[in-house]
C-alpha cells in the first residue's frame, strides 16, 4: 500500500494482489507505458495545449462489459464479465460521469447504443459510426470512449483507491492510441497531450487516481477528435459502485482543467 497526502484529501491505493505496474516514460508525476517504437520527446509530452471547445462525447465500444456482481449491483452475467443489461456496464459508468459533468454545467452527449452486441466482432466499427453520426450536430473535440479493463478477467485484479476516509474508487487508465499501425492519425500527440494534462492533475488532487497511460500502436477511433481517448474504469474484480464513485473524482479533475 502506499499513501499519500495532498491538497487536503488522502489518498491510499488499496489493491490486493495487484499486477504489477509497468511503465517506461515519465513526465513529472505521470507514468506513460510507451509500446510503440516512437521516442517521447520532452516536446511532445509537455501538454501544452488550450481546450476551448468544452462540448464532450461519451460513448462505449464494448458496451456490455461489466464487473463482479455485488449486494449493492447484484446481476447476472450473459457472458464473462459481461451483460446486456446496460444499468450493470460500463454503459452506467458513462451515464454517471455524464450526470457528474453536467453538475459543472459541461454540454455532454454521451451513446448508450449497443456495439459490441449481438456481435462482438466490428464493434470499432460501429461505434466509430456512432461518434461521426454525433459530431454531424455537436462540435466536440473531448471524445471518450469508456471501457473496463479487461485484463485477464480475474475477479482478484480490482484496482483500487482509497479517496479521504470512506470512498473506495476503481483506479483509471489512458489508453491513447497511435498512427503506428498504419492508419491515418494526425493528431494523437494532441491527444497524448490531454491524457497528461488530465492525469497531471490528478496526480495533484488524488494521487494514484489513475495507472499509467497506454500508448499504443492501435488507432481506436481517436482520429475523431484533438483530444480523444480511451479511460478504462476498474478491472472485472472491481464493483460498479466502486467505479461509479469514480466518476465523480474524474469529473472534479476534468472540470479542473477544461473550465
Same mark, same amino acid.
Given at each position: 500500500m502506499r499513501g499519500v497526502q495532498e491538497a487536503g484529501v488522502k489518498t491510499e491505493v488499496i489493491t490486493n494482489n495487484p499486477i504489477t505496474e509497468s511503465y517506461n516514460v515519465e513526465y513529472g508525476k505521470v507514468k506513460i507505458k510507451n509500446g510503440t517504437d516512437y521516442t517521447l520527446t520532452q516536446e511532445m509530452l509537455t501538454p501544452d495545449i488550450t481546450i476551448e471547445n468544452k462540448n464532450i462525447v461519451l460513448f462505449h465500444t464494448h458496451s456490455c462489459e461489466s464487473y463482479t456482481s455485488s449486494e449493492v449491483y447484484p446481476y447476472t452475467p450473459t457472458g464473462n464479465y459481461r451483460t446486456t443489461d446496460l444499468n450493470f456496464t460500463v454503459t452506467r459508468v458513462g451515464t454517471e460521469l455524464e450526470t457528474q459533468l453536467k453538475q459543472y454545467n459541461y454540454n455532454v452527449v454521451h451513446s448508450t447504443d449497443y456495439h459490441d452486441y449481438p456481435a462482438y466482432n466490428g464493434s470499432y466499427t460501429r461505434s466509430l459510426k456512432t461518434v461521426q453520426n454525433i459530431l454531424q450536430t455537436t462540435s466536440a473535440d473531448i471524445i471518450i470512449d469508456v471501457h473496463r479493463d479487461? *485484463? +485477464?478477467?480475474?475477479?482478484? !485484479?480490482?484496482?483500487?483507491?482509497?479517496? +479521504?476516509?470512506t470512498d473506495e474508487a476503481a483506479q483509471l487508465m489512458f489508453v491513447i492510441g497511435t498512427n503506428a499501425g498504419g492508419l491515418w492519425h494526425p493528431n494523437w500527440n494532441q491527444n497524448l497531450k490531454f491524457a497528461i494534462k488530465i492525469q497531471e492533475k490528478a496526480?495533484?488532487? !488524488?494521487?494514484? &487516481?489513475?495507472?499509467? *497511460?497506454?500508448?499504443?500502436?492501435?488507432?481506436?477511433?481517436?482520429?475523431?477528435?484533438?483530444?480523444?481517448? *480511451? *479511460?478504462?474504469? +476498474?478491472?472485472? +474484480?472491481?464493483?460498479?459502485?466502486?467505479? &461509479?464513485?469514480?466518476?465523480? !473524482?474524474?469529473?472534479?479533475?476534468?472540470?479542473?482543467?477544461?473550465?
Open positions: 479487461a *485484463i +485477464g478477467s480475474r475477479s482478484d !485484479y480490482a484496482p483500487t483507491v482509497k479517496i +479521504g476516509d496526480e495533484e488532487m !488524488y494521487p494514484g &487516481l489513475f495507472k499509467p *497511460i497506454m500508448l499504443t500502436k492501435s488507432r481506436y477511433n481517436q482520429h475523431t477528435g484533438k483530444y480523444a481517448s *480511451i *479511460i478504462e474504469v +476498474g478491472a472485472t +474484480g472491481n464493483t460498479l459502485e466502486q467505479c &461509479l464513485t469514480s466518476m465523480k !473524482y474524474l469529473a472534479k479533475v476534468m472540470n479542473e482543467v477544461i473550465q
